[in-house]
């Protein structure tokens, strides 16, 4: 009779836990995701079940402390810089669900930076038309003006009607350099490069040869519950005890 | 007294027959059971159900409205968040996704897909799409971008550079080969090419990546030129307009980029392969199982 009463007691207890799991999955999924933050007990269950879906499914890139690799262009998911809207808990959703450059329709597809060193710099915008290599330069002396940083006069001034003209760079970075986090352009002026060092090098080769980093739609892989799970991990991850975000 | 005391010792010695525990037990079964079959009933995927997931925001005919997909519409529509809209604008929002809802499912009854060339595209879209989902939903190895990175060297070097001066002399000139002799002691002026009766064609001279060059060129003066280091003076190249002198300034030739520079192009075409190869394969098959009449004048 002992054992018939403990295997009840273990049944229940296992079904007590899964169905409280349940139960906080649903309602973690039926809160307004911009109020989670504040709920310490939806975000401490939420990022205890996130931390391993991150580490099967982003690490790889983003690597275990998601500081990511500038190297590569993989962003670093700790700081405060977003390039794809405000770090909001649903923007960070909409990234896991339908990825960055995916194919997915849903995803973000639209910002692609087109190869100025290459015969077509875009494959969907024929319009867009290659540069010389001392065009490329005089851009990055006017980028680098924007910067506040040391550069050459003249170049810099025939960069700027570059910018704004031929070149068409305002027409994604905006005309301020600030970038567009609504359809994921970055600001050339802050401090934050997401592909190298921020050294003349490395903008020239982001301006020759494009850049296009890709971050998969996990949507069908993952759970919505795990899905969000996954999104207030990453949030989280910028928003730590001591953090510039901790409240 | 001691008749209870002795049914409650044989109800729970398993040796020996009990009744009440063998009625009690098939009831917690039975009880188990049915708790087990009414939360498949109402939660597997494809059963009908009363019930809207924790995950969508309404049903329509069984079909579900995710509620991620309802805050994204939310907040593109309104750019506000959940807890900030409005009973109205959260209404407006459920209601226009509803209505969609509605609409793409007697789309579906009417057929619309045979008449309407958007409804037939946007269904080639989706089915490439779903047949690429694995590609899209997955992410390769570094050992496999590297291994694709290595095996398609050529798409990752970054285009050549080059600065050179292409000079034409006329056909019966015959001291373009004084001209080249001297080139290869001085670097060229205007005066020194005019001295020996060429001229400079004005289709390069500045500094220009390979490709702008060989449109510039030609096929064969940039085939001539990509050869020539720095300083270099090509040989006599016979056109029609003249005898062409190539002067090459600065010549930097492509370069590989490493693999951390190239990682994001790498990625991009690793999975566009993918995905190609996928919506191949998948043509195929259906191709294969298909029943296809082609008339007998296009056969």
Redesign the interface.
């Known amino acids: ?1 002992r054992i018939v009463a403990l295997s009840v007691l273990a049944v229940s207890m296992v079904a007590a836990v899964l169905l409280r799991g349940r139960y906080v ?3 973690l ?2 809160a ?4 989670i933050p504040s709920d310490a007990t939806l975000m401490s269950f939420a990022t205890g079940h996130g931390r391993p879906l991150f580490d099967a ?1 982003c690490a ?2 983003h690597g275990p402390a998601g500081h990511g ?1 500038r ?3 993989i962003p670093d998911l700790t700081d405060d810089e977003w390039l794809y809207g405000t770090g ?1 808990v ?1 923007d960070i ?2 990234v896991v ?1 339908y ?1 960055i ?6 995803a973000w597809n639209l910002a692609i930076m087109p190869a100025f ?3 077509r710099p875009s494959e969907t915008d024929a319009k867009i038309a ?1 540069l ?3 065009q490329i330069r005089d851009l990055i002396e006017f980028i680098f003006h924007e910067q506040g940083r040391n550069t050459e006069g003249i170049a810099s001034a025939r960069g700027a009607s570059l910018y704004l003209g031929a070149g068409g760079c305002y027409d994604c970075h905006s005309t301020d350099l600030r970038g567009d986090s609504a359809i994921g352009v970055p600001n050339l002026i802050d401090k934050t490069t997401l ?1 190298g060092d921020g050294s003349r090098q490395a903008l020239y ?1 982001s301006i ?7 971050c ?6 993952i ?3 795990g ?1 969000r799970e996954l999104a207030l991990f990453v949030y989280s991850l910028s928003h730590s005890v001591g953090s510039k975000h901790d409240n | 007294m001691t008749i209870s005391l002795l049914e409650v010792g044989s109800w729970r010695d398993f040796a020996k027959v009990n009744s009440k525990r063998s009625f009690f037990l098939g009831v917690c079964g039975a009880v188990i059971g049915l708790l087990l079959a009414g939360y498949a009933l109402f939660t597997a995927r494809g059963t009908s159900t009363l019930m809207v997931p924790a995950e969508d925001v309404a049903l329509v005919n069984q079909q579900p409205i995710s509620r991620s997909d309802y805050l994204m519409q939310l907040q593109s529509l309104y750019n506000v968040e959940f807890s900030h809209a409005t009973r109205e604008q959260r209404q407006k929002v459920l209601n226009d996704m509803i209505r969609e809802e509605l609409f793409v499912q007697r789309g579906k009854e009417l057929d619309v897909a045979s008449t309407d060339p958007d409804v037939r595209n946007a269904l080639v879209n989706a089915v490439e799409l779903e047949i690429a989902s694995d590609a899209i939903t997955s992410q390769p190895s570094e050992a496999a971008l590297r291994s694709y990175y290595q095996a398609h060297p050529e798409r990752y070097a970054g285009e050549g550079i080059m600065t050179v001066e292409d000079y034409v002399f006329p056909t019966n000139g015959a001291a373009v080969s004084e001209a080249i002799e001297a080139l290869k002691i001085q670097a060229p002026t205007s005066d020194l090419i005019a001295r020996f009766g060429g001229r400079s064609s004005g289709k390069v001279g500045d500094e220009e990546f390979y490709f702008a060059a060989k449109i510039h060129l030609g096929d064969r003066l940039f085939e001539a030129a990509r050869g020539l280091p720095q300083g270099g003076v090509s040989a006599r190249i016979e056109m029609p307009d003249g005898i062409h002198v190539l002067y090459m300034q600065k010549n930097v030739k492509p370069v590989l980029l490493d693999f951390a520079a190239a990682r994001d192009k790498v990625l991009s075409d690793y999975r566009n392969e993918r995905i190609r190869h996928l919506t191949t394969g998948d043509e195929t098959f259906l191709r294969k199982r298909s029943n296809i009449l082609i008339a007998d004048d296009l056969r």
């Open positions: 009779m999955e649903a309602h999924l039926r307004d995701p911009g109020s499914h790889s890139c690799d190297t590569k262009g909001q649903i959703e909409r669900d990825g450059r995916s194919h997915h329709p849903k060193g290459r015969p290659p010389t290599p001392p592909f080769m020759a040869n494009g850049r296009q980093g890709v998969p739609a996990w949507v069908g892989q759970s919505p519950a899905v």
